[in-house]
């Protein structure tokens, strides 16, 4: 009964509460890339809010925790997620993108979650074009409007500030080193950062970092006015690094064919093979369900929900990934027959 309710939660909070913001919040940001003078820029940017759709889907499970303010939180998700997705489109398609520039540019998510004191509004000064007309700007000034509305921003605003501090500093090795140096400087960097997290490898604390998730998590319970302090640290435990990863992996498992011809980084490359991360996702599960918390059911939702829009995916069915989808469909446990159907049905209204 509870995968029941659980399934049809999902699916219409979805349909009803968040689409509805997406395509709204799309449309609106859409229409500022019509300022873009420059044709890869602003193609970029374009490329970057067609994704968002998927995206909001797999980060709507940030709004299954008590007294989310569900409208506010998809809101805030989105608008930060724009930024993300735009630098990411914009380092990964140039060729001429420096550390300077790569630093500079990732700063703007300091200032749109208003923990930088003084705004750095100049993101373009170390990139060829110089400019993107005032773009990113306009992304940083949203997200910020909507982060100040948060009820209980001072109690993760801490964490937000740790988890970003590494967020960009991962973005910085990952994009400014050359192809000979990746490996090594991004080993370098998460040996130095990952001690605590001794459970996870080199490549493991890269992809919890990289998801991102666990920023958009915090974001999303801040907008509960009577979020405690405890609260906060028992839902980001059993979310971080767990779930973080979770999310990680199977985004890179999605893109493995598409990465593997086009030559770009995928952290699962550095399996052995299949077996061996769909083995790494159930034991990522079982330590998300065995923190003792009072979240536990909201745990299950949440990795039967990022499960199931995962192996739904068209591209989940290709190759051996069939293989494997058939494993992590039953990693998911009792119900995810019922998360699934809910997956593809959004799917099949189009809704991502």
């Known amino acids: 009964m509870r995968n029941i309710i659980g399934s049809i939660r ?22 500022y890339t019509g300022r873009i003078s420059k044709y890869n820029i602003k193609r970029n940017a374009v490329e970057a809010l067609k994704q968002s759709s998927f995206d909001m889907a797999v980060s709507s499970v940030c709004t299954f925790w008590p007294g989310v303010n569900v ?20 380092c990964e398609n140039s060729s001429v993108v420096t550390e300077a520039f790569i630093r500079v540019v990732f ?19 170390f990139f060829p074009s110089k400019d993107d007309n005032g773009y990113l700007s306009i992304l940083v000034e949203k997200c910020r409007q909507k982060i100040q509305l948060l009820p209980s921003f001072d109690i993760v605003r801490d964490s937000i500030s740790a988890y970003l501090a590494l967020y960009i500093d991962l973005q910085v090795t990952k994009y400014s080193s050359n192809d000979n140096e990746k490996e090594v400087n991004l080993i370098r960097w998460s040996t130095a950062h990952g001690q605590k997290y001794p459970d996870l490898t080199n490549w493991e ?5 990289d998801s991102g998730l666990d920023i958009l998590l915090l974001l999303s319970i801040a907008t509960n006015p009577n979020l405690s302090v405890e609260d906060a640290e028992n839902i980001n435990t059993s979310f971080f690094p767990w779930v973080s990863c979770i999310h990680k992996i199977l985004e890179c498992y999605i893109k493995y064919n598409d990465d593997l011809s086009s030559g770009s980084l ?26 003792r918390t ?17 192996i739904t995916d068209p591209k989940a069915r290709e190759g051996m990934n069939n293989i494997t989808s058939k494993g992590l469909y039953k990693s998911g446990g009792k119900g995810m027959w019922l998360y699934s159907l809910s997956a593809k049905i959004l799917r099949a209204l189009k809704k991502f």
């Open 294 to 310: 009072a979240y536990k059911s909201n745990v299950k939702s949440v990795l039967k929900i990022i499960l199931s829009l995962f």
């Open 205 to 209: 604390f890269c992809m919890c970092i």
């Open 266 to 291: 995928n952290y699962i490359f550095y399996y052995d093979n299949l077996k061996e991360y769909e083995d790494r996702i159930r034991f990522f599960t079982d330590k998300a369900l065995s923190v």
């Open 107 to 125: 700063s703007s998510l300091k200032d749109a979650t208003n923990i930088r004191n003084e705004s750095f509004e100049k993101y373009f000064t």
């Open 10 to 31: 999902f699916i219409n909070r979805y349909i009803r509460r968040i689409n509805p913001i997406i395509n709204k919040k799309s449309e609106e940001y859409y229409n």
């Open 71 to 90: 409208k506010l939180a998809s809101e805030v998700i989105f608008s930060f997620m724009a930024i993300i997705r735009y630098l990411n489109k914009i």
